[in-house]
């Protein structure tokens, strides 16, 4: 898979640093799902109060792909209102249909643009993103 270095770089910062790897409590809301066509797998919990994504953390195994977006994912949606969290999740489910997408507010998600070549990576990169929609729901 033949990514832009700039963007691979970035990717594989997330994969190697992971932010926001960890549990909160039995409170927290917590979706657990897979990609059984890579063998990705994560566990996401958010902590949600007033509309607002007050935190999230994940655990889970994977792909650079699965896990440096599950990383970004968890970052970018912090402190941001359940609807500002949802056009995050829009936006980038159209950057994996080809779209031009934007993140003005967290720019390391468009090192996965790439992605969107590679069918069989699609469902790595929109792993964590099902995730907070379910969540969220
Ligand atoms: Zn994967």
């Not at 509309?51 to 655990?59: E, L, N, P, Q, S």
């Not at 994912?73 to 936006?91: F, I, N, P, S």
């Not at 967290?106 to 069989?120: H, Q, R, T």
Request: include cysteine; charge should be negative; proline fraction near 2%.
């Amino acid at each position: 898979m033949q990514l832009d270095d700039l963007y691979r770089r970035v990717i594989m910062d997330h994969y190697k640093n992971p932010r926001n790897r960890g549990t909160f409590g039995d409170d927290a809301v917590t979706v657990n799902l897979n990609n059984p066509t890579c063998g990705d797998r994560i566990s996401l919990q958010l902590i949600i109060e007033d509309g607002v994504v007050k935190d999230a953390r994940y655990t889970g195994e994977g792909c650079s792909i699965s896990m440096s977006s599950a990383s970004m994912m968890t970052d970018a949606v912090k402190g941001k209102t359940v609807g500002e969290a949802l056009d995050l999740a829009d936006r980038f489910s159209k950057m994996m249909k080809g779209g031009d997408a934007e993140f003005d507010d967290y720019e390391d998600i468009e090192a996965l643009s790439g992605v969107n070549k590679f069918p069989a990576r699609i469902k790595c990169a929109t792993l964590a993103w099902n995730a907070l929609k379910k969540g969220i729901e």
